[in-house]
C-alpha cells in the first residue's frame, strides 16, 4: 500500500530515539540465531521466547546509532514514508490514529494514542531494556510501541516475507493493535494459560492480527489534518505483501526454521496459516466485534 505524496506527517507524533549514541549488548549468531531472537516479534512482552523452548545466544558488544543519523524530523510527506520505512512508521501510526479515533467512539470507547518510538540497538522501557533482537513490541506499562527499522530487513530476508510497503505497516498496525487490546483490558488475557496452540498468549496475538485487518479495510479512507487522505486503496498485491509478513512470522515456521520441528504446545503467536486467517478475517469483515480471537471454539477458523 502506497501513501499518497500530498499526506501531510507530523514528525512530532513519534519520538525518535535513534540519535543516542552508546554500547550496549545484544545477542548475536548465525541465521538460525537470528530466528529464534526474534520469535518474539509482535508480542507485548518481550520475556516470550521461552515458549520456544530454546536457550539464549551468547551476547556480543555493538555501537548503537550516533548522532547524526536518519531522523524522524526529516518525514514531512506521504512522498516521504513511500521511500523510508522511518517514515513509513510515522505515517502508518497517523493513519492508524485516524482509524481508531473515529471508528471506536461508535461502541462507546474512547482511546488515548499510544506512544511510538524509534530505537537502534537498545531501548529502555516500563517493562525493562529491550534490545533489536527482540523485534517490535507493544509495552502496557508505558502505552508505547517501540521499532527498530532494520527489523524491516530481517522480515524479508530472514523470514522471507515478500518486502512490500504492507507487509511493515502491518507490523505497525499489530502492535498498535495491542493498544487497543490495553485499552478494551483484554490485553491482560496473554497471561492466561501459559504457552500452547489454545493459550491466552495466542488468542491475543490472533486478536492483533485481526485489528490489523481491521485497519487495512479503512486505511484508504483516512485523512490527516489537512483532510488529505494517507493511503491510496488496497491492492491484491499490498494484501498479498501483508499475509507474506503475517505467515512469515507464525510459530510453526519460526520453530521450524530453527530447530527443525513443530511444537504447537510452546506456541505463544500463532500458526502461519492462524496469523492469515485472522488478519484477513479483520480485512473481510470491517466489525471490530468478528475479532473475538478470545472466545473462538476453533483459531483455525475465525468465522467458526
Not at 159 to 184: K, M, P, R
Request: glycine content about 12%; proline content about 4%.
Amino acid at each position: 500500500m502506497s501513501f499518497n505524496d500530498d499526506a501531510r506527517l507530523d514528525p512530532n507524533r513519534v519520538k525518535d530515539s535513534r540519535g543516542r549514541s552508546r554500547t550496549t549488548k545484544v545477542a548475536a549468531g548465525g541465521g538460525g540465531i537470528l530466528v529464534v531472537l526474534l520469535a518474539a516479534i509482535f508480542g507485548f512482552n518481550p520475556e516470550i521466547l521461552s515458549g520456544l523452548g530454546i536457550g539464549n545466544a551468547p551476547a556480543t558488544e555493538q555501537t548503537g546509532s550516533a548522532a547524526g543519523g536518519p531522523s524522524i524530523a526529516e518525514c514531512k510527506t506521504g512522498a516521504d514514508a513511500n521511500n523510508r520505512p522511518d517514515c513509513r512508521i510515522l505515517a502508518t501510526t497517523q493513519s492508524l490514529d485516524s482509524f481508531w479515533l473515529s471508528y471506536l467512539p461508535q461502541y462507546n470507547v474512547k482511546i488515548a494514542k499510544p506512544g511510538v518510538e524509534i530505537f537502534a540497538s537498545q531501548v529502555n522501557t516500563a517493562c525493562g531494556p529491550a534490545t533489536s533482537a527482540m523485534g517490535p513490541f507493544y509495552c502496557p506499562g508505558d502505552r508505547v510501541a517501540y521499532f527498530d527499522t532494520g527489523f524491516f530487513a530481517d522480515l524479508r530476508t530472514d523470514f522471507g516475507a515478500d518486502g512490500g510497503a504492507l507487509a511493515e505497516e502491518y507490523v505497525v498496525a499489530h502492535e498498535y493493535g495491542h493498544h487497543i487490546q490495553n485499552t478494551l483490558g483484554t490485553l491482560a488475557a496473554s497471561q492466561k494459560g501459559g504457552t500452547g496452540a489454545n493459550s491466552g498468549s495466542v488468542r491475543v496475538e490472533l486478536q492483533a492480527d485481526c485489528y490489523a485487518g481491521l485497519w487495512a479495510a479503512y486505511a484508504s479512507q483516512t485523512k490527516d489534518a489537512n483532510g488529505n487522505t494517507f493511503m491510496k486503496p488496497l491492492t491484491q498485491k499490498d494484501l498479498r505483501s501483508a499475509l507474506s509478513a503475517a505467515a512469515a512470522v507464525g510459530d510453526d515456521r519460526i520453530q521450524q526454521a530453527a530447530t527443525g520441528r513443530v511444537n504447537p504446545e510452546g506456541w505463544t503467536h500463532g500458526s502461519a496459516a492462524q496469523r492469515e486467517a485472522w488478519f484477513l478475517q479483520g480485512y473481510a469483515t470491517g466489525d471490530i466485534l468478528k475479532c473475538d480471537a478470545l472466545s473462538a471454539k476453533d483459531l483455525n477458523k475465525p468465522n467458526a
